[in-house]
């Protein structure tokens, strides 16, 4: 089992906060902070781009883990590296074999990781198989990209754990990441089906002690996934 990490989700703050979004993370010892970039063309939503990105990297060393809900990724890769961003995660949905290995090529000179992530209604593409050893992080969304505080859709429980058996038969090392809905009573949910990553919106943001959130959401993920 690879080790359980939760990864905040900065868009579930008040936006004119984000500073003390990430200082919730640092004090709640969170693994990684996950960054939400939408840009009204992929999904319904515009939330930040690269000058946030940097402007917050100076509040923590935490790994940032930029989840980029864009069309046009190689338009801004280069500007996300610039910014700080650790793991960069693009949608499976707007890229084939050809434009990943072109954007893995200009991550991994950078020293930095690539992810990949896919819509709830999308099945593995068949060009990440033979690519699988590349990947850092496998994003499974549990909710559609756009919004956080959607409840997490269960349909998409069954293709988690066929990715989880792919990974295994393949020894990918890569984290699968659950992005959408995590919450304290469905995180073992996931992690019995091999979410190793938790993405957490609400899950933190709107509990009324945040820092505390975090901490119960480790809990209940390592005691899912047999640490404790
Ligand atoms: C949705 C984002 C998620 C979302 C998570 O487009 O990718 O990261 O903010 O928020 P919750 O946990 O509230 O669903
Ligand atoms: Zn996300």
Not at 45 to 59: D, Y
Not at 108 to 124: C, D, M, N, V
Not at 159 to 174: Q, T, Y
């Amino acid at each position: 089992m690879k080790s359980i990490r939760i990864a905040p989700s900065i868009l579930a703050w008040d936006l004119g906060d984000l500073r003390e979004a990430v200082d919730i993370c640092v004090r709640g010892g969170a693994d990684q902070i996950h960054l939400d970039v939408i840009d009204g063309h992929f999904a319904p939503n515009i939330t930040f781009g690269p000058g946030t990105v940097k402007a917050l990297r100076k509040q923590s060393d935490l790994k940032f883990d930029t989840h980029l809900m864009i069309d046009q990724p190689r338009l801004y890769v280069e500007k996300f590296l610039e910014a700080g961003s650790d793991l960069l995660t693009f949608h499976a949905e707007v890229l084939d074999g050809r434009r990943f290995d072109d954007l893995y090529d200009t991550i991994k000179r950078r020293g930095k990781e690539i992810g990949l992530a896919i819509k709830p209604s999308t099945a593995l593409p068949e060009w990440v198989l033979s690519r699988l050893d590349k990947l850092s992080a496998l994003i499974v969304m549990t909710v559609n990209p756009g919004f956080s505080g959607q409840a997490m859709d269960m349909s998409t429980m069954p293709k988690l754990k066929r990715i989880k058996e792919v990974l295994d038969e393949k020894g990918s090392r890569a984290d699968i990441e659950i992005d959408g809905g995590v919450e304290p009573d469905n995180v073992h949910e996931v992690v019995m089906r091999g979410g190793n990553v938790l993405v957490a919106g609400a899950g933190v943001y709107a509990k009324s002690d945040p820092v505390k959130a975090i901490g119960v959401l480790r809990e209940r993920a390592e005691s899912a996934s047999g640490v404790n």
